[in-house]
């Protein structure tokens, strides 16, 4: 008798929960006790039940059928649930769908792994800076990094050109590469090509002064032109 029990347990199949479901419900505004109501849905979906009755939920939960049927209408009214109609051989029924939930899972989890990535790029350019002025960046400097990305819209990219910029200039300083940025935004540059071309374009129209070959040639090599002087 024990063993004919348990093997109609194991018979009876499983259900897969989605990790992701776990992973993001609170993040979605959903409590505990709105996540199992979901996922009983999504275990009588699973087994070919479209539309469970409130006696069927409350059957498996510690809720009346009345609240059952309060939670799953709050569930639906907040679209995480909807009920759908399906048409078989011309009879009509009602079904539950999940699409709801599953896009709004999805969407999340996408924003997670892009403010991640991004978080990281801000993390990384941070560490750039403090490398290059060879300290840790000041409170203010930090603060004015922060606004290029958040206000200004610089990409991580052209910033870390403007960086380079002063670098090579030998004006290693916040206002020297604000002022790069500010000018490369006044003129519509959002890449680093355009950057470049833009800088080559200046570089052209200064007067040249009469060297040596030589030192003209390292002088070229050097982005002379002072963005200060704008």
């Known amino acids: 008798m024990e063993m004919k029990f348990l093997i109609n347990l194991i018979e009876s199949g499983s259900i897969s929960v989605p990790s992701i479901l776990l992973d993001y419900y609170n993040q979605l505004g959903l409590n505990e006790q709105e996540c199992m109501m979901l996922i009983h849905v999504h275990a009588f979906l699973s087994k070919g039940d479209d539309f469970p009755t409130f006696d069927n939920l409350a059957a498996r939960m510690t809720l009346d059928e009345t609240e059952c049927a309060e939670l799953l209408r709050r569930?639906?009214?907040?679209?995480?649930?909807?009920?759908?109609?399906?048409?078989?051989?011309?009879?009509?029924?009602?079904?539950?769908?999940?699409?709801?939930?599953?896009?709004?899972?999805?969407?999340?989890?996408?924003?997670?792994?892009?403010?991640s990535s991004s978080k990281s790029n801000d993390e990384a350019l941070y560490t750039l800076f403090e490398t290059e002025f060879g300290r840790p960046l000041s409170p203010i400097e930090c603060e004015t990094l922060a606004m290029?990305?958040?206000?200004?819209?610089?990409?991580?990219?052209?910033?870390?050109?403007?960086?380079?910029?002063?670098?090579?200039?030998?004006?290693?300083?916040?206002?020297?590469?604000?002022?790069?940025?500010?000018?490369?935004?006044?003129?519509?540059?959002?890449?680093?090509?355009q950057a470049k071309q833009h800088g080559d374009k200046i570089r052209n129209h200064q007067p040249r002064t009469s060297t040596s070959s030589h030192k003209q040639q390292n002088i070229s090599e050097m982005p002379s032109y002072n963005w200060l002087d704008k």
């Not at 649930?81 to 029924?93: E, F, H, T």
């Not at 079904?95 to 896009?103: G, H, I, V």
């Not at 990409?155 to 500010?182: C, H, M, Q, T, W």
């Open 75 to 115: 569930l639906i009214q907040r679209g995480y649930l909807s009920i759908i109609q399906k048409n078989d051989n011309n009879i009509y029924s009602e079904a539950y769908s999940l699409q709801p939930l599953w896009e709004k899972l999805l969407r999340t989890s996408y924003s997670q792994v892009v403010e």
């Open 148 to 193: 290029w990305i958040d206000q200004d819209r610089h990409s991580p990219k052209l910033i870390k050109g403007a960086l380079r910029e002063a670098v090579i200039s030998g004006k290693l300083n916040f206002r020297y590469i604000d002022r790069i940025l500010f000018e490369w935004k006044k003129n519509g540059i959002k890449t680093l090509d």
